[in-house]
């Protein structure tokens, strides 16, 4: 019987349209396991009649693997551009966040020499500057992956090996509050602005 995304923690995420831009939506190559790599919708505009409009805010380079028969997701990280919304993360997600998971955010307007441990709500975060880069290859540097050794792996793979490199990680960097952090943070950058149009 081949594993849907309506038997893992994804499910409500995919019926409230959250799971957008998505390169991975299937299966990985580990039995019992589904991933997802895209975008995650965190904040819709006021829908008015049918229109569907695009979503406010979003969490970008996504990549999450949940398991069959769990009702958390095992494993997410991606790109926040302020750490402010950390919290629509949280509301988002709501029960699929477990203590037991594994959520890593690199954000954008954190001082880029720092690393936190965020708890909220009922998970820990991994609070992680961005350096520039993708999300994807600030991961491997973390998890101490070697983008060779993935070279030959199709995108299921690749989901596959970082996850279980991820869900293995217990490495913690120093503990921040959600209302020190929003102190701490910097200015959000428009992402738009020094781009030719």
Do not use: W
């Not at 988002?92 to 001082?111: H, M, Q, R, T």
Request: charged share 25%.
């Amino acid at each position: 019987m081949s594993l849907s995304i309506q038997d893992t923690a994804f499910a409500r995420l995919d019926q409230e349209g959250r799971l957008l831009n998505s390169v991975l939506k299937a299966p990985t190559r580990k039995p019992g396991r589904f991933g997802f790599r895209g975008d995650l919708a965190l904040k819709f505009p006021v829908k008015f009649a049918d229109e569907a409009r695009p979503p406010e805010i979003t969490s970008d380079q996504v990549i999450a693997v949940a398991h069959a028969g769990e009702s958390h997701i095992a494993f997410m990280c991606g790109f926040l551009l302020s750490f402010e919304y950390l919290k629509l993360v949280a509301e988002a997600l709501g029960d699929a966040l477990s203590p037991k998971g594994k959520y890593f955010f690199f954000v954008d307007n954190i001082d880029i020499s720092k690393k936190y441990t965020v708890e909220y709500g009922g998970a820990t975060f991994h609070i992680l500057p961005i350096d520039e880069a993708t999300v994807y290859n600030e991961l491997l540097e973390l998890l101490y992956l070697e983008k060779g050794d993935l070279k030959k792996l199709d995108t299921a793979g690749k989901t596959d090996a970082v996850a279980d490199k991820a869900l293995a990680f217990t490495q913690t960097f120093p503990k921040l509050s959600y209302e020190e952090g929003l102190v701490l943070m910097g200015p959000v950058r428009n992402l738009y602005e020094n781009r030719p149009v």
